[in-house]
C-alpha cells in the first residue's frame, strides 16, 4: 500500500480558519455513529501586570478538562485531521492556544500530583512515583477553593494510580465523584462513563450562589484500545503521519487510527459539555482549561521527557475576561494553573507552591512570546511502572527552552524503557515502561531486522548521560548534539542552567540526597500496600 508523504507539524493560524462556530455539525457522540531561575522573576511588563490584576479575584467557574495521554499535535486545529476535535478547537478559537505546553512529568498520577501542589515532582517525595501517594503536608488547590466557597466535583480519573487510602497521604484530593454510566454501551477500551451527563448532573444539583470547580478526568485515549477500530470508523491507513522514531508499517498506521478514534470519543463529550454551560448561562463566567495529563502511549512518548511525551495541547478560554483568537508561544508547564486559580479566587498562594501564575499571559492581548522574561520549564521522570530489578526507576530532569531541550539522565547505566528478558514487570511484558501495543509488539518481534533495528534501539537501548536537541531543526528529537563539539558551548550554558534551576529548588537527585529509588510502590490506591518482590512475582531473578 502506498502510504502518503510525512509532513512536518504546523498549526494553522486562526486567522485563517473558519470563524463561525456551527453547533450542529459536531458528532454529538463518534462512538455512538462510528532567565536562570524564572520562580522569582519579577519583571513583568507593566500592562500585563496591571491586566493580571484586574483578572485576579474575579473568582470564575472552572472547568478543567484532561485527556490521557495525548500528544500536543493530535488536535485538528494543530493541523491533525484524524484526531477531528471541534470541542477543543472551539476553546482555543474562542480563547488561547498555547503552542509551548509541558507536563511536570510524562506519566498520570505524577503529572496530576504536580497540577494539585503546584510543586514540581521530586519536591513531592512518594508523588514523583506512578503508584505513590501526595504527602498530606503539600496543600491543594482544590482543598483551598472548597473552602473559600466553591463548589467543587469531579467525573471519572483524578488523582490515580495513586495511595488515597493511607493518612499519611492526601486521601480525597477532588471532590465528590458523578460518573453517570453511558446510555448505549462503548466499544471496547473506551471508560464506561458518560462524562458529559456526569457533568450535567453537576450543574443541575450545585449550588447556584457559588461558584464551582469540576475536574474532568476521562480516560482517553489512554490504552488499551479495540484493535482496529479507527479502520472500521472509516479512518483511512494512508491519511496517518507516523513519527520519525517509529516504522512506517500497517500495524503501527492501524495502531494510530485507534488513538485517534478515542480521541474523538472524549472531544465529542467536551462539545457537549460547551452546550450545556451556554444552555445553563455559564459559558461566559467559566474558565476553561482543556489539557493531557503526557503524551501519547507509544514507544519513545509517553514515560519519556522527549517532545512526544511530555508537550501537550492545551487551549483556555474565559468569555470576555480573556481576548481569543490567540497563539500564545511561551514556554508554559501545567503545574503553574495551580497558583493561577488561586490567584483568579482572590487566594494568597500558599509557599509550599514553586509554580508561577498564569494570570499575565491570559490577560494580556498579544500573541507569540508574550513573557520574554521567562522563557523555559524543566519536567522530571523518576519511577513510571515496576519495570526493573528492584522497582528501580530511570530517573531524568529535562530543560525547555524556545529553541532546545537538554535532558539530563541521571542512571544511563538503566535501560531506559525497563529491563528486557527474562525479567518479568508486574504490569506489562518486558520494558514496561512501554505500554504493551500493536506497535511495541511490532518493533520487538521485527528489532533483527537491519530496517527495524534503528526503532527499537531510539525507544529501548540505553542512552548517555545528556541528551540535546535543537527543536526548530529536530522536532522529534532524533540527533543528539550533547556531544558534539560545534555545540558545547550551547550545551555547557543549559547544561549550568538545569543544574543551578535543580539546585535552587532542592531536587534530592542534585543534592546527593535520593530516596526516590526506595519510595514505596503501590498496587493500587484501594490497596496501599507495598508491591512484594518474590520468587512467585518475579521468578527470573532468584
Known amino acids: 500500500m502506498k502510504y502518503k508523504q510525512k509532513q512536518q507539524h504546523k498549526v494553522i493560524p486562526l486567522r485563517k480558519q473558519q ?44 472547568l478543567l478538562y484532561i485527556t490521557d ?34 507536563v511536570p512529568a510524562p506519566s498520570s498520577a505524577p503529572c496530576r500530583a504536580s497540577l494539585l501542589t503546584g510543586r514540581y515532582p521530586w519536591q513531592l517525595e512518594e508523588g514523583a512515583s506512578l503508584f505513590g501517594g501526595i504527602p498530606r503536608q503539600y496543600p491543594l488547590f482544590t482543598h483551598l477553593l472548597e473552602k473559600a466557597g466553591y463548589a467543587s466535583g469531579m467525573t471519572y480519573k483524578g488523582y490515580w494510580p495513586g495511595n488515597m487510602i493511607d493518612e499519611k497521604y492526601h486521601t480525597s484530593p477532588l471532590g465528590q465523584a458523578c460518573n453517570l454510566p453511558p446510555e448505549e454501551k462503548y466499544p471496547y477500551g473506551i471508560a464506561d462513563c458518560d462524562y458529559a451527563a456526569s457533568f450535567g448532573q453537576f450543574l443541575q444539583e450545585r449550588n447556584p450562589e457559588k461558584p464551582f470547580f469540576f475536574w474532568v478526568g476521562v480516560s482517553e485515549p489512554h490504552r488499551v484500545y479495540q484493535e482496529s477500530i479507527g479502520l472500521d470508523s472509516g479512518m483511512q491507513l494512508a491519511e496517518v503521519t507516523v513519527p520519525s522514531f517509529l516504522p512506517d508499517v500497517k500495524e503501527v498506521r492501524s495502531d494510530m487510527l485507534d488513538y485517534f478514534f478515542e480521541i474523538r470519543h472524549q472531544d465529542a463529550h467536551l462539545v457537549r459539555m460547551l452546550y450545556m454551560l451556554e444552555e445553563a448561562g455559564e459559558l461566559v463566567n467559566t474558565l476553561i482549561i482543556v489539557t493531557s495529563d503526557n503524551g501519547m502511549p507509544f514507544p519513545r512518548a509517553k514515560s519519556n521527557l522527549y517532545e512526544y511525551g511530555t508537550r501537550v495541547p492545551l487551549a483556555v478560554r474565559w468569555g470576555r475576561h480573556i481576548k481569543g483568537g490567540r497563539v500564545v508561544d511561551d514556554v508554559t508547564n501545567l503545574l503553574y494553573f495551580a497558583p493561577t486559580f488561586l490567584e483568579l479566587a482572590g487566594l494568597p498562594v500558599p509557599d509550599e507552591m514553586s509554580g508561577r501564575s498564569l494570570t499575565h499571559l491570559l490577560a494580556s492581548e498579544k500573541s507569540g512570546i508574550v513573557d520574554p522574561g521567562k522563557d523555559f520549564t524543566v519536567t522530571a521522570m523518576e519511577r513510571h511502572s515496576f519495570s526493573r530489578q528492584g522497582g528501580l526507576g530511570y530517573p531524568m530532569r529535562a ?59 531510539l525507544s529501548f537501548h540505553k542512552r548517555p548521560g545528556y541528551e540535546l536537541f535543537h527543536i526548530p531543526d529536530d522536532p522529534e528529537n532524533l540527533v543528539n548534539l550533547a556531544y558534539e563539539k560545534n555545540h558545547q558551548k550551547v550545551f555547557e550554558t543549559l547544561k549550568n542552567q538545569l543544574n543551578a534551576f535543580l539546585l535552587e529548588t532542592k531536587d534530592p537527585r542534585i543534592l546527593g540526597t535520593s530516596t526516590f529509588d526506595e519510595m514505596p510502590f503501590y498496587w493500587l490506591w484501594a490497596e496501599p500496600e507495598p508491591i512484594p518482590v518474590t520468587e512467585e512475582t518475579h521468578p527470573f531473578l532468584f
Open 19 to 62: 470563524k463561525t462556530f456551527v453547533r450542529a455539525t459536531f458528532p454529538i457522540l463518534p462512538v455512538l455513529a462510528g532567565g536562570l531561575l524564572f520562580s522569582h522573576c519579577v519583571d513583568k511588563q507593566k500592562d500585563d501586570v496591571s491586566q493580571a490584576g484586574d483578572l485576579a479575584g474575579t473568582r470564575p467557574n472552572i
Open 69 to 102: 495521554d495525548q500528544s500536543w499535535l493530535h488536535t485538528s486545529i494543530s493541523g491533525e485531521a484524524l484526531a477531528h476535535t471541534p470541542g477543543f478547537d472551539r476553546v482555543a478559537k474562542e480563547g488561547i492556544l498555547f503552542e509551548n505546553a509541558f
Open 399 to 457: 530543560l525547555r527552552t524556545q529553541d532546545w531541550l537538554l535532558i539530563r539522565n541521571f542512571e544511563p547505566g538503566r535501560w531506559p524503557a525497563g529491563d528486557p528478558p527474562p525479567f518479568r514487570p508486574v504490569f506489562y511484558s518486558a520494558y514496561g515502561d512501554v505500554d504493551d501495543s500493536p506497535t511495541k509488539k511490532y518493533i520487538l518481534d521485527n528489532k533483527e531486522d537491519p530496517t527495524i533495528m534503528p526503532f527499537y534501539e
